[in-house]
């Protein structure tokens, strides 16, 4: 198998670039007409078809959901969409804010964090902190008190977490 010459690359990241321009632009008309097709009408047909036709693992379906959950009363049973009719469904439309911001943008991937062994450290034993907070918390049996005290000697073997350098 030969390694493919830049102009093929070229060629290839062009027409990405230019179908991925065009599949957004769609993604977000697609959207916009199925949240005001269902305020409408009261028919999750078009979300319904938007949803099964985003590829898993690629296209951005749960920003999807979000968006459409957050400007309209929507819910799931299984993998279909239905309407939300709990108390205060019907003050969730917001059609305005949800044309605003496209359905990507509105529940944005989140960022990595790189952290480092201090960090570790430091979270593991603010969450022992948390626990020793008698006015908050209580253990409630002796295999409670004994997992707080064997996480509290694991982590001290970790060793001390030391201040971040300024």
């Known amino acids: 198998m030969s390694t493919p010459s830049k102009v093929a690359f070229t060629k290839a990241l062009a027409a990405f670039v230019k179908a991925t321009n065009s599949s957004m632009k769609y993604a977000r008309q697609c959207a916009e007409m199925a949240i005001q097709h269902y305020q409408e009408h009261g028919d ?5 078809e938007l949803l099964d036709a985003m590829p898993r693992n690629y296209v951005r379906r749960v920003a999807f959901l979000k968006w459409l959950s957050a400007h309209s009363p929507v819910a799931m049973d299984g993998p279909k969409l239905v309407k939300d009719k709990s108390d205060g469904h019907e003050t969730r439309w917001n059609i305005e804010a949800a044309l605003a911001t496209p359905f990507w943008d509105f529940a944005p991937d989140p960022e990595q964090i790189s952290f480092v062994d201090t960090d570790v450290v430091t979270s593991l034993n603010s969450a022992i902190a948390r626990f020793e907070n008698e006015k908050r ?3 409630k049996d002796k295999a409670a008190s004994d997992k707080l005290a064997e996480a509290k000697a694991a982590v001290a073997k970790l060793g001390p977490a030391k201040a971040a350098a300024a």
Do not use: C, E
């Open 44 to 48: 999750l047909s078009y979300a319904q």
């Open 137 to 139: 918390y209580s253990p």
